[in-house]
């Protein structure tokens, strides 16, 4: 099994936590930087991550709906803290399905920041993971993005789109000495999806930076998280669409 890169762990999407589960893990002897909006309010990320062994833990404001940020903030973190190690791209919102249906702004601002934002920090970060020689990349897909559902069409629609560009991207950046990991999780119990019941084979925040670290030190293209899911999306495939249309979230 290969060592996951050394360097810094850069969490976009600092209070996420699957993000901050993912740094704890990895924090023993290294700079975390946690990268965030209302950067100043992180403390209790900064002090888990601190208790897990960080060789310091540093905070950034960052407001991914803000492309234009990405380049300057990604370069920073480079030239202020050191090469990149592993970047886990965090940040994401599930928004209203059905303040979505009515008002296409609120649709438009979901898939701006679950797609639009994302393509743009992914590339920022594989140019300049690419420049350094080296690094690993966390992005992470849903099973709503596997078939979209009529439930939650318009954040399983940017998950499927993320999932395709994350997909290709890592063929792009196939022998260039940069590792890209998709994740594509179930139900995740935790602050997004408070008050909603879980779906089967849902998992936690912890399950999932385990399925995670696994697939940085394996250097696999691909973390189903449960790995029992990999049979459900087998099986999603082949349900009719007059069925699926009335399957829940």
């Known amino acids: 099994m290969s060592e996951i890169d050394d360097g810094v762990v850069l969490v976009l999407g600092g209070r996420s936590e699957i993000g901050v589960a993912v740094a704890r893990r990895l924090a023993p002897g290294r700079?975390?930087?946690?990268?965030?909006?209302?950067?100043?309010?992180?403390?209790?990320?900064?002090?888990?991550?601190?208790?897990?062994?960080?060789?310091?833990?540093?905070?950034?404001?960052?407001?991914?709906?803000?492309?234009?940020?990405?380049?300057?903030?990604?370069e920073k973190v480079a030239a202020d803290y050191g090469r990149i190690g592993v970047a886990v791209v965090a940040f994401g919102v599930l928004g209203d399905q059905a303040r979505a249906e009515r008002d296409p702004a609120h649709a438009v601002a979901v898939v701006h920041t679950d797609y639009v934002a994302q393509v743009s920090v992914l590339t920022v970060l594989a140019n300049l993971l690419r420049a350094q020689g080296g690094g690993q990349i966390v992005a992470f897909s849903s099973i709503a993005g596997v078939r979209v559902r009529r439930a939650n069409y318009v954040y399983g629609s940017a998950k499927a789109g993320l999932d395709g560009f994350a997909s290709g991207l890592a063929d792009a950046l196939h022998g260039s000495g940069v590792h890209l990991l998709l994740v594509r999780s179930g139900f995740v119990i935790g602050r997004m999806t408070a008050g909603m019941d879980p779906a089967p084979l849902s998992s936690t925040p912890d399950q999932v930076a385990d399925g995670v670290v696994t697939g940085l030190r394996r250097r696999s293209r691909v973390a189903v998280v449960p790995g029992a899911l990999r049979l459900m999306f087998l099986a999603m495939r082949l349900v009719p669409r007059a069925v699926w249309r009335r399957m829940p979230r």
């Open 31 to 74: 700079v975390v930087v946690l990268a965030a909006r209302r950067s100043g309010d992180l403390d209790e990320e900064r002090r888990t991550i601190t208790a897990a062994g960080a060789g310091a833990v540093h905070t950034l404001e960052f407001d991914a709906d803000d492309t234009s940020g990405h380049q300057p903030l990604l």
